[in-house]
């Protein structure tokens, strides 16, 4: 059995292509034309003497031969990146480039940053608030800590947190106009981080989709309804990550004792070849075992969770910071 190797471009452009599904996918990543790559390919198949995609169709599809190929260059290319990014950096100083859901990075990031800083004072951080996804690709971003539904392609991805979401306002504003049932939010401002899907769900949870509806401020994050509900302009739904810091100061109540599953979590993502650099393995070590070592030893407000028991339609009033210990979110993993 020989040991030469196939060339090195065409097996790039094999790659490209197949994980893209497209020629035209993977020539705009390799910045060259559509007939380059084609011409690669081919010259691979020649190469190999045998066909490595089905012919016809939209969408690109494997050979078994192809198949077979795949996994292997794609290993090859990700250890070479992976090497790449060990060498350019070799130790756990320099600049990390963060970009981070603006609720959670003002919310929970920044306040903990003397905590990661003060294990790794030679790591300066960049911090971008952005819920972009395309930033996981971006060469100006080593992570990306994200809210969504999980699963993007080409990177990786691990989960760090799942959300419980339950009203949250200001006891200065509760003073004035008490909420002594669901029903009184009807004389209360709904303030939105989202298009009003959060507040809907959370409604009907509480058997309260019937209810009038008052003034509704609309804002583009949860960061934002947040600060509103803390300065008195309305009830929010706050969630156990981000608003937890401001019920534990009294900044916050939870006037109800309902919260509901968020449809989304807080993800950690990034680029494939970043996953072995040692400044960004310590930071996403960091990321668990923080919220980890908080879930172990603090307390948070508890609170029912919808599906556990049918809410009544007059809910209960929260006790007064009750508190148990969160059973919310999945336990920190090591990056691997």
Not at 1 to 15: D, T
Not at 49 to 77: I, M
Not at 135 to 159: E, F, K, M, N
């Amino acid at each position: 059995m020989s040991n030469r190797l196939p060339p090195l471009n065409p097996l790039r452009a094999f790659e490209a292509a197949a994980r893209r599904g497209s020629i035209s996918a993977a020539a705009r990543e390799l910045s060259v034309t559509h007939g380059a790559v084609s011409h690669q390919i081919k010259t691979l198949e020649e190469t190999l003497k045998a066909a490595l995609f089905e012919r016809g169709g939209k969408r690109l599809k494997l050979t078994p031969q192809g198949a077979l190929l795949l996994p292997a260059v794609s290993s090859a290319f990700d250890g070479i990146a992976a090497a790449t990014a060990l060498m350019n950096r070799p130790s756990t100083s320099g600049r990390l480039r963060i970009s981070c859901v603006p609720a959670l990075l003002s919310l929970w990031l920044i306040p903990r940053m003397n905590s990661f800083s003060e294990q790794y004072p030679e790591i300066s951080l960049t911090l971008t608030s952005s819920n972009d996804a395309d930033l996981i690709h971006s060469p100006d971003i080593d992570v990306a800590i994200l809210y969504g539904p999980g699963g993007w392609r080409d990177c990786w991805t691990r989960q760090w947190s799942t959300l419980q979401l339950f009203p949250v306002a200001s006891p200065t504003l509760l003073n004035a106009r008490p909420l002594r049932s669901i029903r009184d939010l009807r004389d209360h401002v709904l303030l939105h981080g989202d298009d009003g899907r959060e507040w809907t769900t959370w409604l009907a949870a509480a058997d309260q989709l019937d209810m009038p509806r008052g003034r509704e401020h609309f804002m583009s994050d949860a960061r934002l309804s947040t600060e509103a509900a803390r300065h008195g302009q309305g009830v929010a739904l706050g969630d156990s990550i981000t608003a937890s810091s401001l019920i534990a100061a009294g900044e916050l109540v939870i006037p109800f004792d309902l919260s509901v599953p968020a449809s989304d979590a807080f993800y950690v993502a990034t680029r494939n070849e970043m996953r072995a650099a040692p400044i960004v393995r310590v930071f996403i070590d960091w990321l668990f075992a923080t919220l980890e070592n908080e879930r172990s030893s603090q307390m948070s407000p508890a609170i029912r969770q919808a599906g556990r028991s049918r809410a009544p339609r007059a809910a209960k009033v929260s006790p007064a910071l009750e508190t148990t210990r969160s059973d919310t979110g999945q336990s920190a993993d090591q990056i691997s």
